[in-house]
Every structure is written in structure tokens, then in C-alpha cells.
Antibody, heavy 129, light 106 residues
């Protein structure tokens, strides 16, 4: 079955750039699907960061867009997240997830279906001086 | 900006049905998904496209979405269903999550 594994530094100083990688196993990124990042501050809810298609098409959370870059490396079967100028507010568990995103006809209407069906275990990132 | 609103907590007795709501303006025109998260674990997709259930999710989980409200229903709730539940939808160009509902099975 498909597995995702996040990796990257767990501790950053304010103003540094967060860089995380998500390695995908048992499925080729090149075959399709979107691939996304979601984070969860301690004791709080989920916040979507953004997602990327294997072609490179990206979507970002408007509140983070100016600081976020998501990229994909099909040759390594992984995708990455960069978040610049981090502050303590960026302290969170960061998850990567396989994402379905399609314009579909269901329940008598057309609409965008977007959901994450496989998640990584998450990696904790702390921003502290 | 668009928002999804969930009750912070819902309590249910074992064996009873639990309903968790997610409110958003004209949410019925979008597709809603639901995730279950237990302490220390990653979220798990339990409902997608309003009412579709992944094959590994028990049949007691069901969903609906009409008007401004999406609803996750767990029939015959079990102790193992305790956890946080998040609704999620796509709006225009980005993804929204509800604030989450803590389900307690008393």
C-alpha cells in the first residue's frame, strides 16, 4: 500500500527557511494524483498549506502563499515544502498527504472534489530562538 | 473569506448515534470530506464527496450535505470512535478545514 514519510529538520530559528521532504513508497508520483502538505499547531486544528500535481501545477493557501514553495521530484519519487521567514507561529506537526482533486458529477451536481486519502505520520517542526 | 464551523464537542453514549455538523455558506454546493484523528496519530479519511466511504472505514460512518450543513453520522457509536473530527471542503482556489469536533463516548 502507498506510504508517505516526511523528513527534515525539527528545530529552526526565527527567519530561517523550513524545508521538508515527503518520500512516497509503493506508488509512482508520475502516475498521477495531487500531493499536499497540511500542518497542525500544538493542540489546534488542521491547516492546509498547499498541493502540487506531478506536472508541477500548484495550489497554495492564500495566507501562506507569499512564503511557500511546493515542488515535486518524480525521479526521486518525492515532493518538498519550503516555507520562508518562519516564526514561532509556524511551530506545528507537518503532514504530507496523497490528494484527490477533480471536477466531478456526484449527487446531482458538478463540483470540485478535494480530499486527502493517504497521510504520512507527520514530523514536528519547532521554531525557537 | 469562507469558513467552516463545527461544534467544539459532541458527547454520545456507547451504542447510540452521534452526529457532527459542519456549517458553511452554501456548503451543499461543494463536496465535503471528513477526517478522524486520534491522539498522537495522523488524520484518517472517513468520508469523501459528501457521502462516500473508503473501503476500510466501517459502515456505521455515513455523511450527508445539503443546504449550508454537512453532517457526519456515526451509528451505534463505539468507544474506539472517540477522537477529533474535521470537515473539509474546496472553495474557489483553496482548501478549508473546520475547526474540529471532539467526540466523547461516555
Amino acid at each position: 500500500q502507498v506510504q508517505l514519510q516526511e523528513s527534515g529538520p525539527g528545530l529552526l530559528k526565527p527567519s530561517e527557511t523550513l524545508s521538508l521532504t515527503c518520500a512516497v513508497s509503493n506508488y509512482s508520483i508520475s502516475r498521477g494524483y495531487y500531493w499536499g502538505w497540511i500542518r497542525q499547531p500544538p493542540g489546534k486544528g488542521l491547516e492546509w498549506i498547499g498541493s502540487i500535481y506531478q506536472s508541477g501545477t500548484t495550489y497554495y493557501n492564500p495566507s501562506l502563499k507569499s512564503r511557500v514553495t511546493i515542488s515535486v521530484d518524480p525521479s526521486e519519487n518525492q515532493f518538498s515544502l519550503k516555507l520562508s521567514s518562519v516564526t514561532a507561529a509556524d511551530t506545528a506537526i507537518y503532514y504530507c498527504a496523497r490528494t484527490i482533486f477533480d471536477y466531478v458529477w456526484e449527487n446531482y451536481r458538478y463540483a470540485y472534489a478535494y480530499y486527502m486519502d493517504v497521510w504520512g505520520k507527520g514530523t514536528t517542526v519547532t521554531v525557537s530562538s | 473569506s469562507y469558513e467552516l464551523t463545527q461544534p467544539p464537542s459532541v458527547s454520545v453514549s456507547p451504542g447510540q448515534a452521534a452526529s457532527i455538523t459542519c456549517f458553511g455558506d452554501k456548503l451543499g454546493g461543494k463536496y465535503a470530506s471528513w477526517y478522524q484523528q486520534k491522539p498522537g496519530q495522523s488524520p484518517v479519511l472517513v468520508i469523501y464527496s459528501d457521502d462516500k466511504r473508503p473501503s476500510e472505514i466501517p459502515e456505521r460512518f455515513s455523511g450527508s450535505n445539503t443546504g449550508n450543513t454537512a453532517t457526519l453520522t456515526i451509528s451505534e457509536t463505539q468507544a474506539m470512535d472517540e477522537g477529533d473530527y474535521f470537515c473539509q471542503a474546496w472553495d474557489s482556489t483553496y482548501v478549508l478545514f473546520g475547526g474540529g469536533t471532539k467526540l466523547t463516548v461516555l
